[in-house]
């Protein structure tokens, strides 16, 4: 595994510099749930390539100043997730600014490459310089290597030596161009405003902008707009399997992904929780926020009453002074506090997203159990995490999975739950749609690509 | 009217300098909701007073150096709510500061004054001077006035003078001190950590920081605390007048406030709305984030299903780029974005809190319309508001409020429903706990305190 | 004493509103030397005055999104200094702004009260609040006090009540007044630039706005400027005692102040100090930057080359971090650093302003001395300093000056110089002018004001 | 030309962590003079590099929690000229800090490659990428090249393919390198603080951090300093060719080059103006500040008494708002104001360092006539500069220097001087120490090395 993890993607191509920063700004922040860390705009500006990136949100990273210099006709811009692994650091935010043989190119990805390490070796090996620990210098550079070749050719010689999941977006000085893996891993939408295209990691930043979503991109497609307008070529597909954790949790609620809306899979993932397992209760609430979804959609098939459980400060900014050991043990609750009025001496079925560490769902268990509950009954849309995620989902490696050494049993009894459930594999993928084209590998450990033996 | 309006208020009486800031930093955190204009912190050092004040949120106006940097054993804080009339300006952020005759006073306060203008002319005749636009500084003033006399005893000369809503904290180099108007129109609670004690103005704060709540501030009240104790005083005790907003959306759901819980009662007012007036639909959904609450009770009691309708972007901070016109006008929807497959085709019920302008309301059935719902019900959990309240609620003048001059039906006709209707004040009372003791003025155009002519 | 200390003021009053804040803007820049701790603007835009006032430097204070909101026909502005004694805080800087009976008041002003805290006390006794620390409060208090009377006869009575060292600009909504103290002791200039009227304790600001200087303010004059023009009035005046250290070292040399040029009254200094003490040498170097005008007049009598001995760093800013004890002890020279080739084997005359503690000039006499000067023979441009000021300059306390409690010999000593002369007196003054009407309280303990008792 | 401009570098190898980011910033606050555009900082912490850089000045980018960040045992810093031709980029601020088959290797630069173009070309060609248009990063390409080399045979191939002027300090894992181009046509020293050794550009950043001055870094040689101690090796040695700017203006003037004191080069080109041309005045005047020294020496030589003529504010900073053209036209001086009492009625001599576009001379001229200067003699401390200089010093094209297309006679009729003289050539050399060895070819056309056509 190697080059770095989720991020959210926006690509514009227009016919003039009016607008195109404030679309791809605004593109961003729909986005930035995919990835807080960093983010970054590149613009084309007549060849001239201008950008700016920074850690942090999109918020604070672009002020009106910053937006105005942005001037061109094309863009692309990214919002980016630090990695575990990963140190903080500006160099590592995209998108990647590069000139070679051929002029500039500007690059951002959202995935992770198998063969990072072997790619960068080699190069390496040839005399390449890294200023990044980022995927796409590889990419970079492996399109670098082939420009003889017509920048499509370049793009799938190169993409033809890499493994793993990935959707790109690259920007020229004339042209605009995306890019999927072969299995589809990773989201990425076409769409349109006027007469202008767009690309994006989902169709929610296609909608934000007043955009109208075309289509998907099909796994293995590479979409070339230029002034002549929008054409696709074929890189390889393989095997359709879309990462079922963009449906789970990653994707917004309000997103298309592949035909299949995010917000239904969750709140059918609800309802079928409440068929494979029925459970008695006075209420359902869900985890803030991440359990809601599907806690209403539990509350609908149970026809036990949905109610709001634990309250989220909604203020708690980038500047927030985490409470000293010694205030925390005092009880302290800034970020979540319990509706003590709605939970006290009720049986409540407590809904999750899914359980990967299980230190979460262990301190709400707790915190609800402080305030007066009865019982709690656990409920997860997801299947138990036993597989560490090597292509761009962060994550931790596997002995910290709690699924990966623990029984179900075990685990209820860790969190301190009255039962705890997870949905089926079945099941999950049921709710996403039915029928399968999937990335299951975090439940099965199989996964679409082999894992590098690196990792 | 006059002073300045909405705030949340905190202070804490330790016998130590350890963790005073922290709390009242956690503490204002837990009121954000009340105040989003400034914020500031005094301190009391041994008698010397250092405090923090400015624009912005409590995450943006504190620092770990600030925080770090304000030492002592007694302190009080605010977030404010900066009034239509006032300009945002730093000199009216509190807590105000000031020396007198006997040393040093801080105060902060939530409320107004109905006798504002006619107190500063007053005290500008006797030649005072005046710094900002604050309630408060008319409150020290009048104080200092009585300086003679013993602190509680001017005090009490000071408020008998005011007429007026306030909750206030008035921090002296050894003790701390809260005053509730004679009606209890604001509300003001005691808690308790450790051997530590807090006044706040809503229960939520003191429970974030490890509090236990002991009790309401009685109206009329001034409970003082010293190193002898905490003792109370009345001031004078009138008919208790609660404002009846602080249930219906002033404060944070899991707040209780003089034996009422806050989500309880805008649950109960969802139930209420489907029993005075019962509806058929596809689904409930409520108004981000106001309607949320009285809509899961709508559902409950209607057994129509509770859904998510529109999608908030949790994102949009401080710095955001507001969409000129033009990008507008192009239908980007930055902060909301409806969620289409839940709406599409439906008959829906659409739930609020109130209806005072009536334009975010039109623009939400607008949207909503625009993603293909059938019809929209709108459900309004309280009565119609047509007087503007001059006791700290900053509504905008009467002729901007839409019920002032348009009827019920005509209401419905501009915002574009298909059904409208306002929960009747009975409703709404029984709703809030189903007795009196409540100031309901905004519908009914009596107030517990004569509104002054110059308003 | 009491109050605070060193200020640079300036007024603009003008017919339009277009220039008004640049003008003050680039006036304190010229005034800068006269404080750093803290400025600010207040400017009057149809009554309404709006301010910026801050700790720091006017370019840090001052972006162009201030001075461009900063909009209106009459405007004050101040630069300070911070005293020993005073805490640094945002609620020191000036210009204060109130509002009293007569509407509102701006006011900021350049000296100290002798009666400060008498006034103060007096103030509070009949129930005045204070929320700064500025002598200004007390001159705004004492002048609502006088309301009922015209607002000039109100400056007068307040005055009257004043003892001590002032220059006061005041602005109201219609007009812009300048005061002087009786004794003149703080400097006052008056300017005109196309019709707009300029105050400014400097002329050096008048100069470098492109402004024309006129006359200085008269000793007990007060000057009012409004749509009728300019008028005077005198408050009362006495023996003229202007601050001979204006002249030493605090205005800038471009300055012209009571018909005197400051850099002929040093360069003169510099000559009459090799008169009174003729020396042979081989270089006069002047210490940086205090003594380097005196430096070259020095040298012009005695016809001894002057060079350069120490180079000052001009990068050292406001966020540079100061080396620690350890970094320092390594022998770390930041911001001077000898010129060796110039310094090695070479006797030297090095001259500087005046001796206050004693610190400074021995740092610099031990690293000529480390950089191989032979001799190094130290000239002062003042006599000895025995006296603390109470009229506006920040000296130390008696017992921190180290004329007061060591003799010449021993200062000698003390700094190890190989010799040591002080100008006398009577050469100062012949520097400054010749005739007398000056303040040399500092080094005669002779003031023209009595001293308070509790200073 | 190509690659970048005037820079100031530092290294610093210690056997231990405690103090290097220390010693590097305060190096780097020496050598601001050498480039305030943008600063940086690279570190070696076991082999891991952690670095900051950042547009601004070393006050501005390093914060003491960026520099208590920055440990190790090895560092490297850069403050950097942005030339004329460059976009301000933070993308182009050093050191650069790259990963390769061997590692890591950070580089920083002063100097410029007259074969920038030729060598990325050919780099390009093999499929290189390039993120900045720094030629540290072709140096950094080059010695990726010879990766299978030792490092030090690595940097020799690598430098013979290199045409330029250069000095540059490399940080490995484990080493710190320095090297100075075969002509030694920018200055490096060498120096000691305790254990620990210091490569610098000038010898007064090692002064002011407490170290020893050991000796300059030949031309042509490479410098290795590591755990076994400092040793040497020859690249290739030519003749010897200082830039004869670092004497005139570009060095600070307590530092040693190549056996010359710079003040003394200036001071002595004083007098040899006076001796080559002599005139009678009342007074000589050094324009600020970069003629300074050169007037002191005129002065001492002519017996015309020297005198401070203009006052330059020191508190302009990097915040300072421009006057706008509307106000610059009322005559607003701040940065500049004359000395009116030292100018009126006088013959004056100006010394300036050198004329380049003549653009600052003639203002200075006009301001010296308008405060009332009978006449106005030009004398310029160096010869007319006729050619753009390609190998470090950011001269403008040649179409807009002055002494390009116009004569001596009528550069002194189009800058308003009563008389105006050059130092000669011989002149100079005499006053920088008398013999060879240095360029001139700003002067005369000959370089030490061939212009590339490009330029």
New interface residues.
Partial sequence: MGGLFLSGIIGVFSKDNQ?VS?YI??GL??L??RG?ASTGISINNNGFIDYEKNLG????V???DV?NRLIGNIAIGQVRYASYSEKKSK?NAEP??????NGALSICMDGALANYKELREML????????TDLAV?VI??LI??Y?KDSLIDAIKKALNEVKGSFSLIIMTKDSLISVRDSHGIRPLSIGK??DDFIFSSET?AI????GEFIRDCDPGEIVIVDNKGLRSEMLLSEKKALCIFELVYLA???S?IDNR?V??SR?NAGEILYAECPTKADIVIGAP?SG??AA?GY??KSKI????GI?K?????????E??Q??RE?????KL??????IKDKDLILVDDSIVRGTTIKRTVEMLRNAGAKSVHVRIASPPVKYSCFLGVDTPNEENLIANYLTIEEIRKAINADSLYFISLRGLVEAAGGNNGFCTGCFTGEYPIERSKGE
Avoid: M, W
Avoid at 124 to 131: D, S, T, W
Avoid at 313 to 321: A, K, V
């Fill in positions: 607008k404030n700004y605004y922040y729909a930035q749930h807080q949100l999109v918020g604070d672009f002020t009106s937006i160099v990647l600014v590069v000139g070679y043989k390496e090996e040839n005399g390449h310089l890294f200023q210098e970079a550079s670098a290597k420009h405003i006027g929610c909608e934000c902008i007043g917004r609620p309000d298309y809306y917000y239904s709140f926020d809601t979804v209403i509350s609908k009453p949905y109610t709001e309250i400060n909604r203020y708690i900014g980038r500047t927030f002074i409470p000293t010694d205030i005092e009880g302290v609750r800034i506090n319990p509706l003590t009025s709605n």
